[in-house]
Every structure is written in C-alpha cells, then in structure tokens.
C-alpha cells in the first residue's frame, strides 16, 4: 500500500484545515489506519486513527472536540479534519495504515504503510 498525504499549510490560529490521505496498491477498506504527528525536537505522537469499518475511532485527548478522523471507502481515502487549530498543533502529520488488525491502534509499531508527511503550521 502507498500512501499519499495531503493538504497541510499555514494558518492562524482558530483556523481549519483538512488533511487527504491517499491509499493505492493495496486492499486499504481492510486496513485500520491512523494519523501521527511528529513537532521539531519531539517524538513522533499518535494523533487519531479510526477501524477498518469505520465504526471505532480513538483520539489524542489534547485534539479531541477539535480533530475528526474520516474515511471514504468509495475512494480509497481518510481524512483529518482538523478545527480550532493552536500554535501548538504545529508538527508534520503522517497517515499510516495497519493491516493487521481491524481496531485503531495508538502505537506506531502497529501501522506498516506511512504517508510521506504534510506540514501543518499554525501561527498565534
């Protein structure tokens, strides 16, 4: 599976934006798949990530209220919508899918296919 990620940019804070994550190559409806973001001079942090059936999400509890993971079987897709951005959300966002289990995973060790990343800047 490649993945393919989209849409991060510079914005203010308050703002919104709307991460694209692309899969092709593989059976990616059977896949969970997920949301990590890595900040300068930090780890890498799980962000969202949302099952197979699209029935179960889990959060990072700084973004929840904020973010909503989606998935859009038809074409091969999942997004990040991304409201009320802080300054602190500033980090390049990587989609990475798990094809090993249907349930969404926080652990980066779980997900074997990553997105290239996409800069999400948020200004104060």
């Known amino acids: 599976v490649q993945l393919q990620a989209s849409g991060g940019g510079l914005v203010q804070a308050g703002g919104s934006l709307r991460l694209t994550c692309a899969a092709s190559?593989?059976?990616?409806?059977?896949?969970?798949v997920g949301w990590f973001r890595q900040a300068p001079g930090k780890e890498r942090e799980f962000v969202a990530a949302?099952?197979?059936?699209?029935?179960?999400?889990r959060y990072l509890d700084s973004i929840k209220g904020r973010f909503t993971i989606l998935r859009e079987y038809a074409k091969n897709t999942m997004y990040l919508q991304m409201n009320n951005l802080k300054p602190e959300d500033t980090a390049v966002y990587y989609c990475?899918?798990?094809?090993?289990?249907?349930?969404?995973?926080?652990?980066?060790?779980?997900?074997?296919?990553w997105g290239q990343g996409t800069q999400v800047t948020v200004s104060s």
């Open positions: 949302i099952s197979w059936s699209g029935g179960s999400t």
């Open positions: 990475a899918a798990d094809p090993r289990t249907s349930i969404p995973s926080a652990g980066a060790t779980a997900y074997d296919f």
């Open positions: 190559g593989g059976i990616f409806s059977n896949y969970a």
